[in-house]
């Protein structure tokens, strides 16, 4: 059980075009979702937290204006990467937490590997 | 600066060897720890986590970490591995009065049959 998938799971743009990566729960439902990048050889940085049906909390210094996040179902977040340049090439992994769990309990997806030329 | 860190960033150890990991984190207040697995080619998972208790916490597949409040730190530890440990090793650390959700680097432990 508590299986999180993404969608794709690599992606390669062009610098100025928009990319969106889903985030799904399969077996559950996911009143909140997390998604995170991670460069290579850094840690994982949490951008934003998602409740569904509410707007997503964004971390200090993401921009949300560039990263749309939309939690519209109990299943499904999506992370839309607007006007994407080669620095926002990176890792994304999303996570997400059934009623009750919180950061405490999160289930990661396998994560989208996007590079932007 | 809030973080995490993992000192050792690769180890490798042969079967039955004793492992352990170390963990810091830079954070004064009450915080929740955890420790995750990936394994190759597949998705972060939970081993154990600590939110408060025994500071002696007992994970998944006989691995353990202790909480030492005064060190800041969380090491893994595992008696004697065997070669399905073989992945990647992340502490996160979950300060409660705010809203991240800190990560280390991750350490990449590598099991020689």
């Known amino acids: 059980g508590a299986v999180v998938s993404q969608h794709p799971s690599r992606v390669i743009c062009k610098s100025g075009t928009s990319v969106k990566i889903e985030c799904r729960s399969l077996d559950f439902q996911a009143t909140t979702m997390f998604w995170y990048r991670q460069f290579p050889k850094q840690s994982l940085m949490l951008m934003a937290t998602s409740n569904e049906g509410s707007k997503a909390t964004y971390e200090q210094g993401v921009e949300k204006d560039k990263f749309l996040i939309n939690h519209a179902s109990l299943t499904l977040s999506t992370l839309t990467v607007t006007s994407a340049h080669p620095e926002d090439s990176s890792f994304y992994i999303c996570s997400a937490s059934d009623r009750g769990g919180g950061r405490d309990t999160q289930y990661f997806g396998p994560g989208t590997r996007l590079t932007v030329l | 600066a809030q973080s995490v860190s993992q000192h050792n960033h690769h180890v490798i150890l042969s079967e039955a060897a004793s492992l352990e990991l170390g963990c810091n984190y830079s954070y004064g207040g009450t915080v929740n720890l955890f420790w995750y697995v990936q394994y190759p080619g597949q998705h972060l998972q939970l081993l154990l986590k600590?939110?408060?208790?025994?500071?002696l916490v007992k994970g998944i597949k006989g691995f353990e970490a202790e909480f030492i409040k005064s060190k800041f730190s969380f090491n893994l530890r595992k008696p004697s591995v065997q070669w399905s440990d073989t992945a990647e090793y992340f502490c996160a650390a979950d300060p409660l009065s705010g809203n991240q959700f800190y990560f280390g680097t991750g350490t990449s432990l590598t099991v020689i049959p």
């Open positions: 600590y939110f408060s208790g025994d500071p």
